[in-house]
């Protein structure tokens, strides 16, 4: 997992700018009734579906927007908040409680998340640095702890 060796971190856009392009985004899909803004992957590039999980301290539904790539049957992401150090409310939400829902276009599939390890989380995280030419190792430098590699895999008897 070696990046680009670069002497200064890669910069990001403005946390507020995140927040916002991420916020349009989910207006974007609700007010189309869902029919934009979902993509599936293609090469070079990720998909974006949206994950719906259960807030682990409300029990209330929750909903985000996330790229994706595919390995097999198995959706995949990277638990990061922005390449903020804390992590996301939905990875916490899915280590509460790992059974989910991911919306995709023309599709919903009923799933549970886990974190990748060993050579599994290796061999995935090498296929999400394709993404980023290389430079992912210097985005995730930017945090105190790993990122994780987050694997959805349809669950037993939901649709898939």
């Known amino acids: 997992m070696s990046g680009t060796g670069r002497s200064t971190p890669p910069r990001l856009p403005p946390r507020w700018f995140i927040r916002v392009f991420w916020a349009g985004h989910r207006a974007v899909f609700r007010g189309s009734g869902g029919r934009v803004g979902l993509s599936r ?5 990720a998909g974006l579906m949206r994950l719906r999980t259960v807030g682990r301290r409300t029990g209330d539904p929750r909903a985000v927007m996330l ?6 049957p ?23 409680s790992p059974e989910a829902t991911v919306d995709l276009p023309g599709e919903e599939r009923v799933v ?3 974190a990748a390890q060993g050579d599994e989380r290796e061999r995935l995280w090498a296929r999400y640095a394709e993404l980023f030419e290389g430079d992912l190792d210097d985005y995730a430098a930017m945090r105190s702890r790993e ?3 987050v694997v959805f895999e349809p669950a037993a008897g939901g649709p898939s």
């Open 41 to 45: 992957p293609k090469p070079g590039r």
């Open 67 to 72: 790229a994706y790539i595919e390995d097999g």
């Open 74 to 96: 198995n959706l995949v992401t990277l638990a990061m908040n922005g390449w903020g150090d804390a992590p996301p409310a939905w990875w916490l939400n899915l280590q509460a």
């Open 112 to 114: 549970r998340g886990r």
């Open 147 to 149: 990122t994780p590699v």
